[in-house]
């Protein structure tokens, strides 16, 4: 057996695609999170005095507020995530596309993979094959990410800047507040945390990737795109060990089956 895979049977090594696995993770979570069907302007509004009975105020109040903890957790996953999946399209075409001399310099390769995620971007047409168009770093799909990219950092390592985390302005005489405005009960709960999430800029920020990775799609020649966008859409895929050739092995469904006696269902529908 041993000679025959040495001389008769190519070595492939299964793998996870990181950029498809992250887009299906995303699209989940985006899922959860529209299927919660929230509409925080209309409850906001919401009061106790809405209610003939304040136990039916407070189970009401409690549902609404475990939708919008729920969706709290989900924002920040999917913001999080989302300059994450730009960067792993990036690493793809990286790792699918890269120059033959630099892809067989094992340190200059990691030289490559290993810079800024501004400047792999920048220099995606000269370490690359397959590109028809340099990329233009200043053009507003890219300025557009690089915001994202920044929002994120704030977001996920808890940075404290002031100026995207407040959240309103208060006045003391002496120990008695004075609100320039008046918040609501939901105003001061989950309308800070669901604010502080971007619960309000989740869509325009998913557009905005989806944009920035077909920007970069359209930069590269026909036939390679057609490559990427069979590669790119794919989870599970293969690496010749002898060729480095990328390959997709199998279909994406499962098929299982067992043998066994027949049920009385079986038997029935048989007889009829």
């Given at each position: 057996?041993?000679?025959?895979?040495?001389?008769?049977?190519?070595?492939?090594?299964?793998?996870?695609?990181?950029?498809?696995?992250?887009?299906?993770?995303?699209?989940?979570?985006?899922?959860?999170?529209?299927?919660?069907?929230?509409?925080?302007?209309?409850?906001?509004?919401?009061?106790?005095?809405?209610?003939?009975?304040?136990?039916?105020?407070?189970?009401?109040?409690?549902?609404?507020?475990?939708?919008?903890?729920?969706?709290?957790?989900?924002?920040?996953?999917?913001?999080?995530?989302?300059?994450?999946?730009?960067?792993?399209?990036?690493?793809?075409?990286?790792?699918?596309?890269?120059?033959?001399?630099?892809?067989?310099?094992?340190?200059?390769?990691?030289?490559?993979?290993?810079?800024?995620?501004?400047?792999?971007?920048?220099?995606?047409?000269?370490?690359?094959?397959?590109?028809?168009?340099?990329?233009?770093?200043?053009?507003?799909?890219?300025?557009?990410?690089?915001?994202?990219?920044?929002?994120?950092?704030?977001?996920?390592?808890?940075?404290?800047?002031?100026?995207?985390?407040?959240?309103?302005?208060?006045?003391?005489?002496?120990?008695?507040?004075?609100?320039?405005?008046?918040?609501?009960?939901?105003?001061?709960?989950?309308?800070?945390?669901?604010?502080?999430?971007?619960?309000?800029?989740?869509?325009?920020?998913?557009?905005?990737?989806?944009?920035?990775?077909?920007?970069?799609?359209?930069?590269l020649q026909p036939s390679v795109r057609e490559h990427i966008e069979i590669v790119m859409a794919k989870r599970d895929l293969?690496?010749?060990?002898?060729?480095?050739?990328?390959?997709?092995?199998?279909?994406?469904?499962?098929?299982?089956?067992?043998?066994?006696?027949?049920?009385?269902?079986?038997?029935?529908?048989?007889?009829?």
């Open positions: 057996m041993s000679r025959l895979r040495a001389e008769g049977l190519e070595k492939w090594t299964q793998f996870i695609n990181p950029f498809a696995r992250i887009k299906l993770a995303v699209g989940r979570l985006k899922g959860e999170l529209d299927a919660l069907s929230l509409s925080p302007d209309s409850v906001k509004q919401m009061s106790i005095f809405d209610f003939a009975s304040l136990e039916g105020g407070q189970e009401a109040w409690n549902e609404t507020a475990g939708k919008y903890s729920s969706a709290v957790g989900l924002c920040f996953g999917i913001r999080s995530m989302l300059p994450v999946m730009a960067e792993a399209f990036v690493n793809l075409l990286l790792f699918v596309l890269v120059r033959p001399d630099i892809k067989g310099d094992k340190r200059l390769l990691e030289s490559v993979v290993r810079q800024p995620i501004d400047v792999r971007i920048r220099s995606l047409h000269i370490n690359c094959q397959g590109f028809a168009s340099p990329v233009d770093y200043t053009s507003q799909p890219c300025s557009k990410y690089h915001s994202i990219v920044n929002e994120r950092n704030d977001l996920l390592h808890g940075n404290f800047a002031i100026e995207k985390l407040s959240f309103g302005t208060v006045h003391f005489n002496n120990k008695v507040p004075v609100f320039i405005e008046y918040p609501t009960f939901w105003d001061r709960s989950f309308g800070v945390e669901l604010a502080a999430v971007g619960f309000d800029r989740i869509d325009d920020e998913l557009r905005t990737i989806e944009s920035f990775i077909e920007y970069l799609l359209s930069l293969g690496l010749n060990a002898k060729t480095g050739r990328i390959g997709i092995l199998f279909p994406d469904r499962l098929v299982d089956m067992r043998a066994g006696p027949k049920t009385a269902t079986e038997d029935s529908d048989a007889d009829g």
